[in-house]
Nanobody, 115 residues
Framework: QVQLVESGGGSVQPGGSLRLSCAAS????????MGWYRQAPGKQRELVAL???????NYLDSVKGRFTISRDGAKNTVYLQMNSLKPEDTAVYYC?????????WGKGTLVTVSS
C-alpha cells in the first residue's frame, strides 16, 4: 500500500520559513516524479514545485527563488524548503507521486502565513 505523509506545516509570519516533508512508503521516490501542490480556500489546486528524472525541477513562477524542492533517497522523502513566505502562500500543501501508470496523493498539510 502506497502512503505519502506530509508534515512540517504550521503558522508563520510573513518573511518566515518552513520546510515541508513528504515521507513515502510503498514507492521509491527517486524513480517517481514528485510534486508539491497547494490549494488555497476557494481556489483550484496548483502545482508549486516538481522534481523529475535526473532531478530536473520546475517551479510555479510566484515561488521561484523562494522555494526549493529536493529528495533524499536514503530517507525516501521529498522536501519543500519555503523561504520569504508571503500571505498568498497560505494553503493546504499536498505531495504527489506519479508515473506513466501511477498517481498518488498525500492528505496535505496546512501552511498559514499571517502577521
Amino acid at each position: 500500500q502506497v502512503q505519502l505523509v506530509e508534515s512540517g506545516g504550521g503558522s508563520v509570519q510573513p518573511g518566515g520559513s518552513l520546510r515541508l516533508s513528504c515521507a513515502a512508503s510503498g514507492i521509491i521516490v527517486s524513480i517517481y516524479n514528485m510534486g508539491w501542490y497547494r490549494q488555497a480556500p476557494g481556489k483550484q489546486r496548483e502545482l508549486v514545485a516538481l522534481i523529475m528524472n535526473g532531478d530536473n525541477t520546475n517551479y510555479l513562477d510566484s515561488v521561484k527563488g523562494r522555494f526549493t524542492i529536493s529528495r533524499d533517497g536514503a530517507k525516501n522523502t521529498v522536501y519543500l524548503q519555503m523561504n520569504s513566505l508571503k500571505p498568498e502562500d497560505t494553503a493546504v500543501y499536498y505531495c504527489r507521486a506519479y508515473s506513466i501508470s501511477r498517481n498518488y496523493w498525500g492528505k496535505g498539510t496546512l501552511v498559514t502565513v499571517s502577521s
